[in-house]
């Protein structure tokens, strides 16, 4: 017996489903009409979880954020056009970062391209700079051989994006119309379309054993080595082996504030917060030179680390899964393409307990030196300081949660002065390339997708770059709590040699908003507080709500400015004293 049934649907129905086979649990969409059979193929899905959002852009770093929280790829959904288009920030993000994504959009048949047909640009490897994979879909056919090979690319995709080379796929859909249930294009047999749902199953790849023999040789020669831990998407048991290995072979660990390993439950001393106040003294540099770096995940952000890198005289190696160099040094010796777990872990097997040296003992000591500095300078009345105001925030926010923190000034002032302090807290950014746009949209994704609390730390620039999040915010009642730190621009310029030229610095570069954000927050139906203690941000901190919270912090930038110089100039002229007097 014969059904009547919509090509189309009948398609897309089946690669819904072979996505649900490989695991995908959330999708993001956003309306339109030539992506209608996407749309009803995933809003049957009763595995997947829809979230509908209006905008493309904010919707692409929504679906990041997910991903970030998940480790599994989420999939995005687009009509054709400019829609598209719109997605590219978020897939630049993903790409650097190696967050999986899955993108589909919906295109018109090929032969429509270059005739003035509306809606139409050319979508084919759109992203071609930013994508791990894309597949160009030729129109649905209901043939055996057709629908076979759709279902291998779902899974190919799926594969690419999660594990075989972690980032974002492309999938190019061309639809004819119609694209509507009742508008049926073909009969097909119900025995044919059982045939159909077959689903493949997704076949993992098992690593290889690695052979590490020259690499433990360097590490078991190196009597002055250290492991410097960039920012990534790690997992728990990696840095629980990577603080194993340190303990072993007494290297200490310079930790990023995007590493989440500063607020491990760890009693290390190797672990070092620090180094970026007491890195900056050419003379301390030399005398803390390495033998030996062993380099894991993204190149540093802080220029005092990217330098002592690029000067050091040590033998660096850089370990990287996919064989990534994040090295903008140019100064490397040697990169392993290998799981970085599996690497601790075979040079954990392979080496011996090394004794305390006195390198790795000046590495702790330091540390200390400057953690004692922090508690003379830090005080809690003083939340119109930013670094102060960044420190206060990571030592009340409670155990166990996410903290997402924004690029310029604060990621920066974060990785400059957050404090080891064991609350494991799990600290996401989006440092793939760094830029303002879509925070807050990756802020909801990542608490949309955690059971624990979530915080965002952004600054005013940033805020208003990506304020069509608040309506992801509003309409998914996710209850992020946002401190916003408004210092009246872009006042990153400020650290910057253009400050001290005569030109229209504040026009050009400064760039104040004069928004009411009250105002703005309340339009999308959040909580708002201007904040002016200690007292109000710890209230605001431990409150409770359904929907988000936007605390408003008004900072002072020349006190801060001022705050930050002295404050290193005297933790350098502190670490001196220790090691040469």
């Known amino acids: 017996m014969k059904k009547s049934i919509n090509r189309n649907l009948v398609w897309t129905d089946i690669f ?137 690319i ?9 594990e075989n080379d972690v980032g974002p796929v492309h999938i190019n859909f061309p639809f004819e119309k119609p694209f509507e249930p009742s508008a049926f294009t073909d009969e097909i047999s119900n025995s044919t379309l059982d045939e159909f749902v077959n689903l493949l199953e997704p076949q993992k790849n098992f690593s290889k054993k690695i052979k590490l023999g020259n690499t433990v040789a360097d590490i078991k020669k190196s ?129 011996a307990i090394n004794k305390v040296s006195d390198f790795s003992k000046k590495y702790s000591a330091l ?5 004692n500095e922090k508690e003379k300078y830090f ?19 409670p155990q166990d949660s996410n903290l997402f923190v924004s690029n310029s000034m604060p990621v920066r002032d974060f990785d400059f002065f957050a404090s080891k302090n064991k609350r494991n807290i799990s600290v996401y950014t989006n440092r793939g390339v760094s830029g303002i746009d879509g925070i807050i949209s990756t802020a909801a994704g990542v608490a949309k997708s955690s059971i624990k609390e979530t915080y965002l730390i952004i600054g005013d620039l940033a805020f208003y770059h990506d304020t069509n999040g608040l309506q992801i915010l509003a309409q998914n009642k996710i209850p992020l709590k946002i401190i916003l730190i408004n210092n009246s621009g872009g006042r990153i310029f400020n650290l910057l040699p253009i400050a001290n030229e005569n030109i229209e610095f504040d026009k050009y570069f400064r760039t104040e908003l004069k928004i009411d954000f009250k105002s703005l927050v309340k339009a999308h139906k959040g909580n ?42 005297k933790s350098v002229e502190e670490c001196k004293k220790y090691l040469f007097q």
């Open 223 to 351: 009597k002055r080595g250290i492991i410097i831990l960039g920012g990534s998407n790690y997992k728990k048991e990696f840095l629980t082996n990577l603080i194993r290995l340190s303990a072993k072979l007494k290297f200490p660990i310079l930790a990023e504030g995007n590493s989440s390993i500063r607020f491990y439950k760890s009693e290390s001393d190797l672990i070092i917060a620090n180094h970026t106040a007491f890195l900056r003294s050419d003379k301390i540099k030399k005398e803390l030179d390495p033998d030996l770096i062993l380099h894991f995940g993204s190149a540093p952000a802080i220029n005092t680390l990217l330098q002592f890198i690029e000067s050091s005289r040590s033998k660096k190696i850089f370990i990287n899964k996919f064989g990534d160099l994040n090295d903008p040094s140019r100064t490397a010796h040697k990169l392993i393409k290998c799981d970085e777990l599996e690497f601790v872990k075979v040079i954990y097997n392979n080496t």
């Open 367 to 371: 540390d200390k030196i400057v953690e």
């Open 379 to 397: 005080q809690e009345n003083k939340i119109k300081i930013e670094p102060n105001l960044i420190k206060i925030i990571t030592e009340l926010i």
């Open 154 to 162: 779902a899974v190919d995709a799926y594969l690419t994006a999660a």
């Open 528 to 569: 708002y507080r201007l904040i002016k203690s200690f007292k109000e941000l710890k209230s605001f901190i431990n409150s409770k709500s359904e929907s988000f919270s936007i605390a408003e912090v008004i900072t002072n930038t020349e006190a801060s400015i001022k705050f930050r110089k002295t404050f290193w100039n």
């Open 16 to 152: 819904v489903k072979q996505l649900e086979k490989c695991g995908v649990k959330n999708v993001c969409i956003s309306p339109g009409s030539r992506n209608t059979p996407l749309v009803i193929a995933f809003s049957k899905s009763k595995k997947i979880k829809k979230f509908v959002n209006v905008d493309e852009r904010s919707s692409a770093f929504f679906a990041l954020g997910i991903s970030k929280a998940e480790k599994k790829p989420a999939v995005l959904v687009t009509t054709s056009g400019t829609a598209v288009a719109n997605l590219y920030p978020a897939i630049i993000e993903a790409y650097n970062s190696r967050i999986p994504l899955i993108i589909l959009t919906a295109d018109r048949p090929s032969y429509f391209a270059n005739t003035g047909a509306n809606q139409t640009i050319n979508q084919i490897d759109i992203f071609k700079n930013h994508i791990r994979k894309f597949y160009n879909l030729e129109l649905p056919d209901l043939t055996k051989k057709s629908i076979t090979g759709l279902k291998k």
